[in-house]
């Protein structure tokens, strides 16, 4: 939990395709993560308001009494989203965000969108903009605070038969490196890692240090670099479901020349929002990493 022990404030935005309906992309999420978002974490949910009319209208989280209404995207809702990321007032600020977003939706490219993300990246505040990462990153919450682990998500965990991704910009690779070395135990349960380019070979050299150069010569498969379409090729396997979760260290103060290729990934990781996770700054994915060892000790069998 937070330091000041008071409760999540997350940010809760989603478009049009994932809000209508019973079984939308929305409604999975507030049904199946109700428990964790009432009981373990009681958190405060910032909604913008086509989003929390989308709730009313499907009776989700009815009753709960820690809903702040925010105006209408047109209005300015994304936008005041982006201020309240950046606050340093702890009455004001939020602690994370839930976006999820339609690849083919035009509004998920307006500036405010991709401002949101990226201010959530500088301020290491996680970005979820998933079915799968937001109802993975409540289950973490939950279990550290003390909650059971939501049964249903099990599967995902059994990680000898799950993909990761890791990849990291320039100024980025020294973060990567230190991550994977600190979660290597974790990281080794994966059935398959890919990287791109140079991280992958530096992630090899990583893991030939720890379990021996023949046993860590190949614990990274790695494809191109980014900027030669490496990142392409990781978003194929997300697209056939072969790799679930992406941890990508992003350098958010540099331009970058490929800048489609990035974007490509990440509109893979939500085409298939049901399944894809990704994450994109350091200091979340050390917590990631962390509560996901402590989620494996919970699974039955292990």
Same mark, same amino acid.
């Not at 950046?86 to 969108?113: G, K, M, N, Q, W």
């Not at 080794?188 to 010569?217: P, S, V, W």
């Given at each position: 939990?937070?330091?000041?022990?008071?409760?999540?404030?997350?940010?809760?935005?989603?478009?049009?395709?994932?809000?209508?309906?019973?079984?939308?992309?929305?409604?999975?999420?507030?049904?199946?993560?109700?428990?964790?978002?009432?009981?373990?974490?009681?958190?405060?949910?910032?909604?913008?308001?086509?989003?929390?009319?989308?709730?009313?209208?499907?009776?989700?989280?009815?009753?709960?009494?820690?809903?702040? =209404?925010?105006?209408? $995207?047109?209005? /300015? %809702? +994304?936008?005041?989203?982006?201020?309240?990321?950046?606050?340093?007032?702890? @009455?004001?600020?939020?602690?994370?965000?839930?976006?999820?977003?339609?690849p083919?939706?035009?509004?998920?490219?307006?500036?405010?969108?991709?401002?949101l993300?990226?201010?959530?990246v500088?301020h290491?505040?996680?970005?979820?903009?998933?079915?799968?990462?937001?109802?993975?990153?409540?289950?973490?919450?939950?279990?550290?605070?003390?909650?059971?682990?939501d049964?249903?998500?099990?599967?995902s965990?059994?990680?000898?038969?799950e993909?990761?991704?890791?990849?990291?910009?320039?100024?980025?690779?020294?973060?990567?490196?230190?991550?994977?070395?600190?979660?290597?135990?974790?990281?080794?349960?994966?059935?398959? =890692?890919?990287?791109? $380019?140079?991280? /992958? %070979? +530096?992630?090899?050299?990583?893991?030939?240090?720890?379990?021996?150069?023949? @046993?860590?010569?190949?614990?990274?498969?790695?494809?191109?670099?980014?900027?030669?379409?490496?990142?392409?090729?990781?978003?194929?396997?997300?697209l056939?479901?072969?790799?679930?979760?992406?941890?990508f260290?992003e350098?958010?103060?540099?331009?970058?020349?490929?800048?489609?290729?990035?974007?490509?990934?990440?509109r893979?990781?939500?085409?298939?929002?049901?399944?894809?996770?990704?994450?994109?700054?350091?200091?979340?994915?050390?917590?990631?990493?962390?509560?996901?060892?402590?989620?494996?000790?919970?699974?039955?069998?292990?």
């Amino acid at each position: 939990m937070l330091s000041t022990q008071r409760p999540y404030r997350i940010g809760l935005a989603a478009n049009r395709a994932h809000q209508d309906g019973p079984d939308s992309p929305l409604a999975q999420l507030l049904r199946l993560s109700r428990p964790a978002i009432e009981t373990h974490l009681k958190a405060e949910l910032v909604v913008v308001g086509r989003t929390l009319d989308a709730m009313q209208a499907n009776g989700l989280l009815a009753g709960y009494p820690h809903l702040t =209404r925010f105006p209408y $995207g047109r209005e /300015g %809702g +994304l936008m005041k989203l982006v201020s309240r990321i950046v606050d340093p007032d702890p @009455a004001r600020t939020l602690d994370a965000v839930v976006y999820l977003i339609d690849p083919v939706d035009p509004s998920s490219i307006f500036p405010e969108a991709v401002a949101l993300k990226r201010q959530c990246v500088i301020h290491n505040k996680p970005f979820l903009a998933t079915l799968a990462s937001a109802r993975e990153w409540l289950d973490l919450e939950a279990v550290a605070a003390g909650a059971p682990p939501d049964r249903t998500l099990d599967a995902s965990y059994d990680l000898a038969h799950e993909g990761i991704a890791l990849i990291a910009h320039d100024a980025m690779k020294e973060r990567m490196l230190a991550l994977a070395e600190k979660h290597f135990d974790l990281l080794d349960k994966f059935q398959m =890692r890919y990287a791109t $380019g140079t991280t /992958g %070979g +530096l992630l090899n050299q990583l893991a030939q240090k720890i379990k021996g150069e023949q @046993a860590g010569r190949n614990w990274v498969r790695p494809f191109l670099s980014g900027p030669l379409g490496g990142d392409a090729q990781i978003a194929e396997l997300i697209l056939e479901r072969s790799c679930r979760r992406v941890l990508f260290l992003e350098d958010p103060h540099v331009a970058r020349q490929h800048e489609a290729d990035i974007q490509l990934l990440e509109r893979a990781a939500r085409t298939v929002t049901d399944f894809a996770t990704c994450v994109s700054d350091a200091q979340c994915a050390d917590r990631w990493l962390g509560l996901m060892h402590k989620r494996l000790a919970t699974m039955p069998g292990v």
